[in-house]
């Protein structure tokens, strides 16, 4: 049983910046790929970004291209969403997510194949 606990999430202005951070406890974190989802009220959950278990694999929504960025620190257990020049639509409660891969250097593009989930930090985003 994988815990995973996001934290960074906050009230920003369009152009600003935010990282934040989920933290990973009770599972073999590298053998799972990890990501991002954000729901914003009234709509779906989707995917932002998604990194494979050894980081080698990325995947990024076309929204979030050229401003969001995925990282992990296997030893620290943590992957890290680092997002930049906000806007208003990225407003949002964002998730994270575990996906067991096992020993394939995949990773996962719907919430479906998504094992573990985070309690999700709230990103709101002004114009």
């Known amino acids: 049983q994988v815990q995973l606990v996001e934290s960074g999430g906050g009230a920003v202005q369009a152009g600003s910046s935010l990282r934040l951070s989920c933290a990973a406890s009770?599972?073999?974190?590298?053998?799972?790929?990890m990501g991002w989802f954000h729901q914003a009220p009234g709509k779906e959950r989707e995917l932002v970004a998604a990194i494979s278990r050894t980081g080698f694999n990325t995947y990024y929504a076309d929204s979030v291209k050229g401003r969001f960025t995925i990282s992990r620190d296997n030893a620290k257990l943590t992957v890290y969403l680092e997002m930049k020049s906000l806007k208003p639509e990225d407003t949002a409660v964002y998730y994270c997510?575990?996906?067991?891969?096992?020993?394939?250097?995949?990773?996962?593009?719907?919430?479906?194949?998504?094992?573990?989930w985070g309690q999700g930090t709230q990103v709101t985003v002004s114009s």
């Open positions: 009770g599972g073999t974190f590298s053998s799972y790929a």
């Open positions: 997510a575990a996906d067991r891969t096992g020993i394939w250097d995949t990773l996962g593009r719907t919430p479906g194949e998504y094992d573990y």
